[in-house]
T-cell receptor, first 115, second 114 residues
Framework: GNSVTQMEGPVTLSEEAFLTINCTYTATGYPSLFWYVQYPGEGLQLLLKATKADDKGSNKGFEATYRKETTSFHLEKGSVQVSDSAVYFCALSPNSGAGSYQLTFGKGTKLSVIP | KAGVTQTPRYLIKTRGQQVTLSCSPISGHRSVSWYQQTPGQGLQFLFEYFSETQRNKGNFPGRFSGRQFSNSRSEMNVSTLELGDSALYLC?????????????FGPGTRLLVL
């Protein structure tokens, strides 16, 4: 079946540090890939997505590139802010078949940014 | 445009009881999906409804059920509650169904089973 593996947290960074959160996936075919963010006490917000190989998703300074050869979708940001403190989830959705609208999530990575 | 709303936000029940959670999608959205979030299992897909029909179902026992109304609002029901059902239940809506659609999540209903 489909699965998503992301790096264990928590991750603690100083403000303006570089962020990488690793995500790899297992799926048949070519799924769509997503990063969602969850702030304390809130639901999930879509951060960025990519629907085919070599696509780069970007939003709010965050970027992730769909790497089919390494089945990865690592999240990066050049300079984090305190307001980026949240839990980040990598997810995939199959591009076809009966489960085509079912998101499979990683376990989440908690990021804390200190001033 | 108002986002996805879920009611109630918090709920406390005892084992054996049943519970109904409600989700109102973004106006114009016809698809609603439900997810369960727990510290141990993470986020798991429960089911998806589109145009009042269940399109997809996750690996949960029959105690978990749902429905969608003609105005796209959705409810999920859990009967005979167990301690392990304590979780954050998230609802997500999208315009249509299928992998091209972006899902927008509500704030969730936090259920505690005692």
């Amino acid at each position: 079946g489909n699965s998503v593996t992301q790096m264990e947290g928590p991750v603690t960074l100083s403000e303006e540090a570089f962020l990488t959160i690793n995500c790899t996936y297992t799926a048949t075919g070519y799924p769509s890939l997503f990063w969602y963010v969850q702030y304390p006490g809130e639901g999930l917000q879509l951060l960025l997505k990519a629907t085919k190989a070599d696509d780069k998703g970007s939003n709010k300074g965050f970027e992730a590139t769909y790497r089919k050869e390494t089945t990865s979708f690592h999240l990066e940001k050049g300079s984090v802010q305190v307001s980026d403190s949240a839990v980040y989830f990598c997810a995939l959705s199959p591009n076809s078949g009966a489960g085509s609208y079912q998101l499979t999530f990683g376990k989440g990575t908690k990021l804390s940014v200190i001033p | 445009k108002a986002g996805v709303t879920q009611t109630p936000r918090y709920l406390i029940k005892t084992r054996g009881q049943q519970v109904t959670l409600s989700c109102s999608p973004i106006s114009g959205h016809r698809s609603v999906s439900w997810y369960q979030q727990t510290p141990g299992q993470g986020l798991q897909f429960l089911f998806e409804y589109f145009s009042e029909t269940q399109r997809n179902k996750g690996n949960f026992p029959g105690r978990f059920s749902g429905r969608q109304f003609s105005n796209s609002r959705s409810e999920m029901n859990v009967s005979t509650l167990e301690l392990g059902d304590s979780a954050l239940y998230l609802c997500a809506s999208s315009l249509g169904t299928g992998w091209r659609e972006t899902q927008y999540f509500g704030p969730g209903t936090r259920l505690l089973v005692l």
